[in-house]
């Protein structure tokens, strides 16, 4: 069993900045990636990014604003998150996945239990 803890969310302003971190030990093994949820809509995908960090993947609503990113020394995926907006406020969730890189949420193994973002105009 993988756990994961996301950490860094919070209450920005529009335009502001925000790093959130996933730690997990042995991480540097799977694939991983971020999702969204927020208030009466489907969950979403954010980011992903490969266990060696050969290839990444981004939502079209975020690409140019976010950066995924891992060390896998330390056992930790990041996720900065500049120029944000008041529709990126959501639950952000870390995910990780055994290789071969998934095609969709279920085909992530573990999920963390989600970290605030809030973001106000």
């Known amino acids: 069993q993988v756990q994961l803890l996301e950490s860094g969310g919070g209450l920005v302003q529009a335009g502001g900045s925000l790093r959130l971190s996933c730690a997990a030990s042995?991480?540097?093994?799977?694939?991983m990636g971020w999702f969204r949820h927020a208030p009466g809509k489907e969950r979403e995908f954010v980011a992903a990014?490969?266990?060696?960090?050969?290839?990444?993947h981004y939502a079209g609503s975020v690409e140019g604003r976010f950066t995924i990113s891992r060390d896998n020394a330390e056992n930790t995926v990041f996720l900065q998150m500049d120029s944000l907006r008041p529709e990126d406020t959501a639950v952000y969730y870390c995910?990780?996945?055994?290789?071969?890189?998934?095609?969709?949420?279920?085909?992530?193994?573990?999920w963390g239990q989600g970290t605030q973002v809030t973001v106000s105009s």
């Open positions: 990014i490969t266990w060696n960090a050969d290839n990444s």
């Open positions: 042995g991480l540097g093994s799977y694939n």
């Open positions: 995910a990780a996945s055994t290789p071969p890189p998934p095609l969709h949420w279920s085909d992530f193994n573990y």
